[in-house]
Every structure is written in structure tokens, then in C-alpha cells.
């Protein structure tokens, strides 16, 4: 998406991923967390597919890039 905004409008798509992440740390609430936390259950099921996949992919990301230095 933000490569998209960034061809439309002619900007980066960085400033828009960085816009993002200001905006979800400036309205982040800790409280919502510890509340989530407490209501997630373990017997709850597994996680859906695609959820599964993007997990493993980030994980093979990061381990081949601790790996390569």
C-alpha cells in the first residue's frame, strides 16, 4: 500500500510506512494488550493458514539475515 501511495503521489513509499508507524505508536494503549492477553486462551484452536505461513516466512527472513551478518 504504501508503495502505491508513494507511485500516486508522488513520494516514497518509506514516508508512508514511517507516517504509519508514527501514528501507531502515538495512538498505541497498553492497557488493550494486557486485556487481549488475559482472554486469549490456549485451547482456543490453531491459527488460521495464512497467519501460519507469514509467521514461518518472517521467521526464515530474520534467521537467513542473522545468518548472512
Known sequence: MAWRLGKALDTTPDFWANLQADYDLLTFDPSTLATS???????????????????????VVIFISTVRG
Open 37 to 59: 492477553a488475559r482472554s486469549w486462551r490456549p485451547d482456543a484452536g490453531a491459527l488460521d493458514p495464512m497467519t501460519t505461513i507469514v509467521v514461518y516466512a518472517i521467521t
